[in-house]
């Protein structure tokens, strides 16, 4: 075992205080779009009151001011088309595909998503 040694409170704990410590530095409403626009989180996992979320990522990434980019998550939350379930099925598990598939619908929300699910998370900063 990795571990040897370490029961598995003190291990909790040290993991949570580590993860705490990222969290902290991440930026927090980056991570809830991350997942607001997850095809199979989409919108399920929160509360309706709290979708509000605004978006300075666009005008620092693109140096340019939303102009629809609320009309299009409207329609992405609403569902419409090509941000159904049926087509988002098409695309298992492959999210990048997906939004590169609804660049022609949509302008500033296809950025966003691009932007964000070519991140690349490494563990490595976990110090």
Do not use: C
């Amino acid at each position: 075992m990795i571990f040897k040694g370490i029961d598995d409170q003190e291990l909790a704990n040290k993991l949570i205080t580590k993860i705490e410590r990222q969290w902290k530095d991440w930026e927090q409403p980056l991570l809830l779009l991350s997942f607001l626009l997850h095809l199979f989180y989409h919108d399920t996992k929160f509360n309706s009151a709290i979708l509000n979320l605004s978006f300075p990522y666009l005008a620092k990434w693109f140096r340019e001011e939303p102009t629809i980019l609320l009309s299009e998550l409207e329609d992405y939350r609403s569902k419409k088309y090509p941000y159904t379930e049926s087509i988002s099925k098409q695309f298992k598990n492959n999210i990048l595909d997906y939004w590169n598939f609804t660049k022609g619908y949509s302008k500033e929300l296809y950025r966003v998503a691009q932007r964000i699910f070519s991140i690349t998370v490494s563990t490595a900063s976990l110090k």
